[in-house]
């Protein structure tokens, strides 16, 4: 099926991976950056955010609940179900896409141990209400700042006050993988790292496919390039189970290549023009979907763009989501796996036997099927942002003319 517009483009080039093979100490120049950035003294380079969110739990070295949001990829749940802990849901604010704060108290319970802090495209919950409530109960955050990097809210950057904020080196960063496990706390940086040191190394195979991958997807929109990428992954999808969301040893836990922290160094001075591309981009998406009568249910404001999520009460994710694709749309539900675009409720997943909460998320209840991720990346033409805001329109009023 043809391609037109990818979900997201990783700018990797061959000139760009040259260029990290020769770059020298990528570890040191990427865990300085993280420690400045987060203002934390201890950086751990992981092989991806969700192995530094597990490593966070590990360390720690007690099982206890965890209160997070449900409205979320399960790749955001799976570390701290695979660490031994257990979920509370807390519901979303009205017409958001982030787990609401102010519920967060009552959601406590004395298994309580942790609030895992997500942020969600690109949008930051309130991490100073946050702070507050876990100083006053003495709990631990962790901050997830997988969709956050380069996100700041009332003055506050991503990573900022978690106890622990764990990064993807993916998406907005624009690598191979990797991810990033930040603390100020030296016993848990010591014990995550110590964990780590046992982990098996990055497979090269799985680098080496991530390479031919990414490059594809950088020249998406190139016939050659699509009609690989199709083959590729086609192979891979044949091969692939199910992903274990709670059975850990289905997860690989490894070492980070080194190549993530070089390609992290060659890609940083990129970041911000990459990302005012498409935060014009963005607007011009957003004011589309105003003039067009359908603005988002939820905001779709944000100071980083790392997802990009729209909601409408017409939307029908489900059915919806397949009719993007076959248009050429790479749209996607909350998780982000290729030929995967509806993430199955909690409810169907198998995670609510390790939760609880779910009942009173109203909000998430009535968001989880009318909320899609729409493409959007620096590459995209005025073309392709038309294109896509005209063929939502054309498909929520197809619906409602039925
Ligand atoms: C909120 C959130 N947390 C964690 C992850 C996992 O990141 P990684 O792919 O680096 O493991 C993702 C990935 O999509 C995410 O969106």
């Given at each position: 099926?043809?391609?037109?517009?990818?979900?997201?483009?990783?700018?990797?080039?061959?000139?760009?991976?040259?260029?990290a093979?020769?770059?020298g100490?990528?570890?040191e120049?990427?865990?300085?950056?993280?420690s400045?950035h987060t203002q934390?003294?201890?950086?751990l380079?992981?092989s991806?955010?969700?192995?530094?969110?597990?490593l966070a739990?590990?360390?720690?070295?007690?099982?206890?609940?965890?209160i997070?949001t449900p409205?979320?990829?399960?790749?955001?749940?799976?570390?701290?179900?695979?660490?031994?802990q257990?979920l509370?849901?807390?519901?979303?604010a009205?017409?958001s896409?982030?787990m609401?704060?102010?519920?967060?108290t009552e959601?406590i319970g004395?298994?309580?141990?942790?609030?895992?802090?997500?942020?969600?495209?690109g949008?930051?919950?309130?991490?100073?209400?946050?702070?507050s409530?876990?100083?006053?109960?003495d709990?631990?955050?962790?901050?997830?700042?997988?969709?956050a990097f380069?996100?700041h809210?009332d003055?506050?950057?991503a990573?900022l006050?978690?106890?622990?904020?764990?990064?993807t080196?993916?998406?907005?960063?624009?690598?191979?993988g990797g991810?990033?496990?930040a603390?100020?706390d030296?016993d848990?940086?010591?014990?995550?790292?110590?964990?780590q040191?046992e982990l098996p190394?990055?497979s090269?195979?799985?680098?080496?496919f991530r390479?031919?991958?990414y490059?594809?997807?950088?020249?998406?929109?190139?016939f050659?390039a699509?009609?690989?990428f199709?083959m590729?992954?086609?192979?891979?999808?044949?091969?692939?189970?199910?992903?274990?969301?709670?059975n850990?040893?289905?997860?690989?836990?490894t070492?980070?290549s080194?190549?993530?922290?070089?390609?992290?160094?060659?890609q940083?001075p990129?970041?911000?023009?990459?990302?005012?591309q498409t935060?014009?981009?963005?607007n011009?998406?957003?004011?589309?979907?105003?003039r067009?009568?359908?603005p988002s249910f939820?905001?779709?404001?944000q100071s980083?763009?790392p997802?990009?999520f729209?909601s409408?009460q017409?939307f029908?994710s489900?059915?919806m989501?397949p009719e993007?694709?076959?248009?050429?749309?790479e749209?996607?539900?909350?998780?982000?796996?290729?030929?995967?675009?509806l993430q199955?409720r909690i409810e169907e997943s198998?995670?609510s036997?390790f939760?609880?909460?779910?009942?009173r998320c109203?909000n998430y209840?009535?968001?989880?099927?009318?909320?899609?991720?729409?493409?959007l990346?620096?590459?995209?033409?005025d073309?392709q942002t038309d294109y896509l805001?005209?063929?939502?329109h054309?498909?929520?009023h197809?619906?409602?003319?039925?």
């Amino acid at each position: 099926m043809k391609r037109h517009i990818t979900v997201f483009n990783p700018s990797i080039t061959p000139w760009i991976l040259l260029k990290a093979v020769f770059t020298g100490n990528g570890d040191e120049f990427c865990r300085n950056w993280f420690s400045n950035h987060t203002q934390k003294k201890h950086v751990l380079i992981t092989s991806s955010c969700r192995n530094a969110l597990w490593l966070a739990y590990r360390a720690y070295g007690i099982h206890a609940e965890v209160i997070t949001t449900p409205l979320i990829c399960y790749s955001a749940l799976e570390s701290a179900l695979s660490a031994g802990q257990y979920l509370h849901f807390c519901d979303l604010a009205e017409r958001s896409i982030l787990m609401d704060e102010e519920l967060i108290t009552e959601c406590i319970g004395e298994n309580t141990g942790f609030i895992q802090a997500t942020h969600q495209g690109g949008q930051m919950v309130n991490m100073r209400k946050i702070r507050s409530i876990a100083d006053h109960h003495d709990l631990r955050v962790i901050e997830d700042c997988a969709q956050a990097f380069g996100s700041h809210r009332d003055g506050i950057q991503a990573g900022l006050l978690g106890d622990v904020a764990c990064f993807t080196l993916s998406k907005n960063c624009y690598g191979l993988g990797g991810g990033i496990l930040a603390t100020n706390d030296k016993d848990i940086y010591l014990k995550a790292k110590s964990l780590q040191d046992e982990l098996p190394h990055f497979s090269h195979k799985l680098l080496v496919f991530r390479m031919v991958r990414y490059l594809l997807e950088t020249y998406s929109g190139n016939f050659l390039a699509d009609l690989l990428f199709a083959m590729m992954m086609g192979h891979r999808d044949k091969r692939l189970k199910l992903p274990g969301y709670i059975n850990g040893d289905k997860i690989k836990r490894t070492k980070p290549s080194r190549l993530f922290a070089m390609l992290f160094k060659v890609q940083q001075p990129r970041f911000e023009a990459l990302h005012q591309q498409t935060s014009c981009l963005a607007n011009k998406i957003i004011q589309a979907l105003d003039r067009l009568g359908i603005p988002s249910f939820t905001s779709m404001e944000q100071s980083s763009y790392p997802k990009f999520f729209f909601s409408h009460q017409s939307f029908k994710s489900e059915r919806m989501i397949p009719e993007l694709v076959h248009e050429g749309i790479e749209a996607k539900h909350l998780e982000n796996s290729y030929g995967s675009p509806l993430q199955p409720r909690i409810e169907e997943s198998g995670i609510s036997e390790f939760s609880s909460g779910l009942e009173r998320c109203r909000n998430y209840a009535y968001l989880y099927d009318k909320i899609v991720n729409l493409p959007l990346h620096h590459a995209m033409s005025d073309e392709q942002t038309d294109y896509l805001t005209e063929t939502l329109h054309k498909i929520i009023h197809a619906k409602d003319s039925h």
